[in-house]
């Protein structure tokens, strides 16, 4: 069996969502005869033609809206953002049309929203954003982060089945990078459920995305027994996983990309001082990007992205405790 | 050679004449009930600009999609939405279209009556909607999608972008623009410049039509022909109505920026007293008798329709209902 990247497990995941039900289509910016700005969507419309893979104007808000449109009369659209930077441009539509559609008049909208994110690859700061919690923020959507092949491929067909409004992030610095065998047959990645991709007993780490292969490689190198949860899914959060882990370990470090305000390290160390507070020996530890812009310069987006020293940092910090 | 004018049957005449009453008398009963504190929150009021609606929404055929705006409440009625729901939806009952969830004309059902519920945010229907039409092609079926945008929604992008997006895709789209002089406190003028607005439609290629908002059969007869021109394969429509917004922006807003000699000259171009002249006084008075009798219907029904539960709104979220957090520790 041959290894596939991240990139082509995304492709697999879209190209057989649509071979299997003919209400997928997808619509975005050069995604057609050019395959997208990172050939994510290659060889698909040669395959299944252009009424179904459908190059737009240069206007999210527009290919927002009419996915849910097209959504409201049955069919399941998948939209690309050429970069995932650029669904601020359609932030409007995402949270206040799609996002309360079912809420307020009882009408699901079953569309998936994916594009290239996160920074590492010198995008400076309009392509390579963690816009991650502005939509885990915003009542109505999910949002999945895969780290890996398996993750991405059984995430994207969760996401295209699902019958709510998915937001799937595309880790741009592992499109190519990452490469696994994955599963033959047909399966999913709930949404909604985290991964212990290592177990131990000393400490947890709770991150997702990108970083989840940066941890993996700081807690190789420690001496200690650490567990490391990688998310998958920002919203829902799988608050149980962490919790019971944070119950064997007694100490959590959350490390994640995005900027530290309002970040979903938060989130989770709130839940963690409500539901296991008494299991607790050290204080909860986040590691994250610092409030800015993501800077263009390497000396400078090295420093605003977590590196695995900070990791290791903090790691050791808690397991002094 | 003018486009052929599809001739409108007396019946039809008698039951766009009924909508129009019935879509008068509720906004009329809705201003009373706000004033006696029965019904809260934003009331807009369709006063004087009824035809536009009722005259549009009849044009459609059943398996058609239509997406109404805040005063568009006529539409609903003519697509089989009922006093009641509109009622209930301003008393925020339990029993409204949305249970409570949203108020006013925010509410909709796609499979029974193809009508989509707008939101707040203007012109967001225009790309929606293209989306309904490109996603009934999609399945080999051709419904024309259709909805209204004010004189100051089309300053929001969303309009440039849907139409630009149906117009690249030949959707079967009819966007019809109500030009009812003032967005809120501003008038047209201070909004944008060209004198008809329809002639934004030029960006996209598309030569829109002008006509006169406070004539039933005229809106009915312009609106029917974009439709079939849609519906033909013509790709997305744009027509543009005159009317005038006889109230304020909305219950609040006593509108005295409004010229009262304007005012006055629209009033007398009140639709309902230009289209009664067709009718004998024998069909006015039974037309009247009926909308009475089903505004005091809806009227009771929402009045004695109880109040949603409070923990309701905790459900419907997303299909899941145990997705969305909420008990806290202590009581797990």
């Known amino acids: 069996?041959?290894?596939?990247?991240?990139?082509?497990?995304?492709?697999?995941?879209?190209?057989?969502?649509?071979?299997?039900?003919?209400?997928?289509?997808?619509?975005?910016?050069?995604?057609?005869?050019?395959?997208?700005?990172?050939?994510?969507?290659?060889?698909?419309?040669?395959?299944?033609?252009?009424?179904?893979?459908?190059?737009?104007?240069?206007?999210?808000?527009?290919?927002?809206?009419?996915?849910?449109?097209?959504?409201?009369?049955?069919?399941?659209?998948?939209?690309?953002?050429?970069?995932?930077?650029?669904?601020?441009?359609?932030?409007?539509?995402?949270?206040?049309?799609?996002?309360?559609?079912?809420?307020?008049?009882?009408?699901?909208?079953?569309?998936?929203?994916?594009?290239?994110?996160?920074?590492?690859?010198?995008?400076?700061?309009?392509h390579s954003r963690n816009p991650e919690m502005w939509f885990a923020h915003s009542?109505?959507?999910?949002?999945?982060?895969?780290?890996?092949?398996?993750?991405?491929?059984?995430?994207?067909?969760?996401?295209?089945?699902?019958?709510?409004?998915?937001?799937?992030?595309?880790?741009?610095?592992?499109?190519?990078?990452?490469?696994?065998?994955?599963?033959?047959?047909?399966?999913?990645?709930?949404?909604?459920?985290?991964?212990?991709?290592?177990?131990?007993?000393?400490?947890?780490?709770?991150?997702?995305?990108?970083?989840?292969?940066?941890?993996?490689?700081?807690?190789?190198?420690?001496?200690?027994?650490?567990?490391?949860?990688?998310?998958?899914?920002?919203?829902?959060?799988?608050?149980?996983?962490?919790?019971?882990?944070?119950?064997?370990?007694?100490?959590?470090?959350?490390?994640?990309?995005?900027?530290?305000?309002?970040?979903?390290?938060?989130?989770?160390?709130?839940?963690?001082?409500?539901?296991?507070?008494?299991?607790?020996?050290?204080?909860?530890?986040?590691?994250?990007?610092?409030?800015?812009?993501?800077?263009?310069?390497?000396?400078?987006?090295?420093?605003?992205?977590?590196?695995?020293?900070?990791?290791?940092?903090?790691?050791?910090?808690?397991?002094?405790? | 050679m003018p486009p052929r004018t599809p001739k409108i049957s007396k019946e039809q005449k008698l039951q766009m004449y009924h909508d129009l009453v019935l879509t008068r008398a509720l906004d009329d009963r809705a201003q009373a009930l706000y004033r006696q504190g029965k019904i809260t929150g934003g009331l807009f009021s369709s006063l004087g600009q009824e035809a536009i609606s009722i005259g549009a929404a009849h044009a459609l055929e059943k398996e058609d999609y239509v997406a109404p705006m805040i005063r568009n409440s006529g539409v609903v009625l003519v697509r089989g939405h009922t006093a009641r729901d509109i009622m209930t939806q301003y008393f925020a009952r339990a029993t409204s279209p949305t249970g409570g969830k949203d108020n006013s004309q925010h509410f909709g059902d796609v499979e029974r009556t193809g009508v989509v519920s707008c939101i707040s945010m203007l012109a967001t229907l225009v790309p929606v909607m293209a989306g309904m039409a490109l996603g009934a092609r999609l399945k080999g079926e051709t419904r024309v999608a259709m909805t209204f945008i004010g004189d100051g929604a089309l300053s929001v992008g969303d309009f440039y972008e849907g139409m630009n997006f149906a117009a690249i895709q030949n959707l079967p789209l009819v966007v019809i623009i109500e030009n009812n002089g003032y967005?809120?406190?501003?008038?047209?003028?201070?909004?944008?410049?060209?004198?008809?607005?329809?002639?934004?439609?030029?960006?996209?290629?598309?030569?829109?039509?002008?006509?006169?908002?406070?004539?039933?059969?005229?809106?009915?007869?312009?609106?029917?022909?974009?439709?079939?021109?849609?519906?033909?394969?013509?790709?997305?429509?744009?027509?543009?109505?005159?009317?005038?917004?006889?109230?304020?922006?909305?219950v609040h807003d006593p509108a005295e920026y409004v010229p009262p000699s304007v005012l006055e000259s629209w009033k007398k171009k009140d639709p309902i007293e230009r289209f009664e002249t067709e009718f004998t006084e024998a069909e006015r008075a039974d037309v009247r008798s009926k909308v009475d009798e089903t505004v005091e219907d809806a009227v009771r029904f929402a009045d004695e329709s109880p109040w949603p539960e409070g923990a309701e709104a905790l459900r419907g979220v997303f299909e899941d209902d145990s997705i969305v957090p909420y008990t806290p520790w202590w009581e797990k």
């Not at chain 1, 177990?199 to 989840?212: H, N, S, W």
């Open chain 1, 1 to 126: 069996m041959a290894e596939i990247t991240y990139l082509d497990a995304i492709t697999k995941a879209l190209g057989d969502e649509m071979e299997r039900d003919p209400s997928v289509f997808l619509m975005g910016e050069d995604i057609g005869s050019y395959g997208g700005a990172f050939r994510v969507t290659k060889g698909l419309q040669e395959r299944f033609g252009a009424e179904r893979v459908i190059d737009t104007p240069i206007a999210e808000e527009a290919f927002v809206g009419a996915a849910i449109g097209a959504s409201y009369v049955g069919m399941r659209p998948v939209v690309e953002f050429q970069f995932i930077d650029f669904i601020a441009c359609a932030f409007d539509m995402i949270v206040n049309f799609a996002g309360t559609s079912r809420y307020r008049w009882g009408q699901g909208v079953p569309i998936t929203m994916r594009g290239p994110w996160g920074g590492a690859v010198r995008g400076g700061p309009f």
């Open chain 2, 183 to 250: 967005a809120y406190s501003t008038p047209t003028e201070t909004q944008t410049l060209p004198k008809n607005l329809v002639d934004k439609g030029l960006a996209f290629g598309i030569k829109g039509k002008v006509g006169d908002g406070n004539d039933v059969t005229e809106v009915y007869r312009l609106t029917r022909q974009a439709v079939d021109a849609a519906r033909a394969g013509k790709g997305p429509q744009l027509l543009e109505f005159k009317t005038f917004r006889i109230r304020g922006h909305a």
């Open chain 1, 139 to 321: 009542p109505g959507i999910k949002v999945v982060a895969p780290s890996t092949p398996t993750d991405a491929l059984g995430l994207m067909r969760a996401c295209i089945r699902d019958n709510d409004p998915c937001l799937f992030l595309e880790h741009k610095y592992l499109y190519r990078r990452i490469k696994e065998v994955v599963p033959q047959e047909d399966y999913i990645i709930p949404i909604g459920k985290a991964k212990v991709v290592e177990e131990g007993d000393d400490l947890t780490i709770v991150t997702y995305g990108m970083m989840v292969h940066r941890c993996l490689e700081v807690v190789k190198d420690l001496d200690a027994s650490i567990e490391v949860i990688d998310l998958r899914s920002i919203y829902p959060l799988d608050r149980e996983a962490i919790v019971q882990s944070v119950q064997k370990t007694s100490k959590l470090l959350v490390v994640h990309e995005d900027t530290r305000t309002g970040g979903i390290a938060g989130e989770i160390s709130a839940t963690i001082n409500e539901e296991a507070f008494e299991y607790l020996s050290a204080p909860v530890i986040r590691v994250t990007a610092p409030d800015t812009p993501v800077p263009y310069s390497a000396p400078m987006e090295d420093f605003f992205l977590v590196q695995p020293d900070e990791i290791a940092k903090a790691a050791k910090k808690l397991l002094a405790y």
